[in-house]
């Protein structure tokens, strides 16, 4: 029995309200009643706090999630100023570098230089996500080497004819597919083409320096082992343990599999969680998919109800000059900034190495 537990039973055994209220009643039923309350109660003082958290966070989520999402449609938009940027059309005050727009994405909310979203994008963006294609995570690329501004990628991938090889984004495929314009194919890389010079300078001459202080060591050339990869885990096992650890082995692996289904166990608490009642979409689907795929839609609709709420508290904001906060923590844009900052100066050092000015004015 914990400390509270007996603080509780004592105030419940000898308070005056307490005995009062119990009088009237069986005292065997009242000694039970007091040994379940008091730890329901303990549970309650000691729980309780983050139970309310988390019921706040699940009652608020899809208005969140919508928040985030709003700010996708300057994210498509601080991309075409990149791809005109890159291509010597427009300037930007504050773009020195084109590592600056990595910059940028990560405080989107701040950009300075981006029109606000219109009515038009906002309808569009709404229609986005009810699509197949769209991403409802909060941040798309929290576990990619991607993100929003990542050009060369995009680049790649639009004048690709290997569809497996298109990792943009849905919404910039969308975006651009709606409006006829693409401007990954339709500019040339100027600027990143002068950057890749002058960094390639850079490169080279640290290389060298790198080579006259390395000491050489002979190369092991025999293949890694991966044993991360099941098969080649596996194999192992097969190949040195004996067959009842092999089948403790595979028993347990094949468990941890079903216990640590992660998409379906957010799909599955997403339709526990549901305020309505929700049918399921496919019947031609095997159970798991189908509830994954009836999860997905759902959590599509409620954000693209949020949607709206959202955008007109933009649009109040916006007009009352209050300035949007970040969605990304300080930390990480810190660590941005910081990164950015080092990738331009190899810019800078490659015009030195170059007999020219240490500056972006080129």
């Known amino acids: ?72 449609i300057q994210q498509v938009k601080l991309f075409d100023a990149q791809c005109f940027w890159r291509a010597e059309q427009i300037t930007i005050p504050q773009i020195k570098a084109s590592y600056d727009f990595l910059y940028w994405e990560k405080v989107i909310e701040h950009c300075p230089f981006l029109s606000p979203i219109s009515e038009e994008e906002f309808t569009l963006y709404r229609e986005y996500i009810l699509t197949d294609d769209a991403n409802l995570k909060a941040d798309p690329f929290e576990y990619s080497s991607l993100g929003w501004q ?12 290997d569809e497996a090889e298109l990792e943009s984004p849905g919404w910039y495929l969308f975006y651009n597919n709606m409006r006829s314009l693409n401007p990954c194919l339709q500019l040339p890389d100027l600027r990143g083409e002068k950057e890749s010079f002058y960094r390639s300078l850079y490169l080279k001459k640290r290389e060298e320096q790198n080579c006259e202080n390395r000491t050489f060591e002979e190369m092991d050339t025999r293949p890694y082992f991966d044993y991360y990869q099941g098969r080649n885990f596996l194999d192992f096992i097969s190949r040195f343990e004996k067959r009842k650890l092999i089948e403790y082995a ?36 095997d159970w798991r998919t189908a509830v994954i795929k009836t999860a997905n839609l759902y ?62 004015n080129f």
């Open 1 to 72: 029995m914990s400390d509270l537990e007996n603080v509780i039973e004592l105030e419940l055994r000898t308070d005056s309200k307490y005995l009062t209220f119990f009088a009237q009643f069986n005292k065997r039923s009242v000694d039970d009643f007091i040994n379940f309350y008091k730890k329901k109660k303990a549970g309650w003082l000691t729980h309780g706090e983050t139970y309310l958290e988390n019921e706040q966070r699940r009652v608020l989520k899809y208005s969140d999630l919508a928040e985030q999402k709003l700010w996708e």
């Open 150 to 161: 990542q050009y060369n990628s995009y680049k790649s991938a639009c004048q690709s004819d």
């Open 250 to 285: 595979k028993i347990m692996n094949y468990t941890d599999e079903l216990n640590h289904d992660d998409e379906l166990n957010e799909a599955l608490s997403t339709l526990k969680n549901a305020e309505e009642r929700v049918e399921i979409e496919s019947t031609n689907d």
């Open 299 to 360: 959590m599509k609709r409620k954000v693209y109800i949020a949607l709206e709420n959202v955008y007109n508290n933009y649009l109040r904001w916006l007009k009352l000059g209050i300035a949007f906060k970040p969605h990304q923590d300080e930390k990480r844009i810190d660590e941005v900034k910081s990164m950015v900052n080092s990738l331009s100066d190899t810019i800078l050092q490659g015009r030195r190495l170059n007999n020219e000015p240490a500056d972006f």
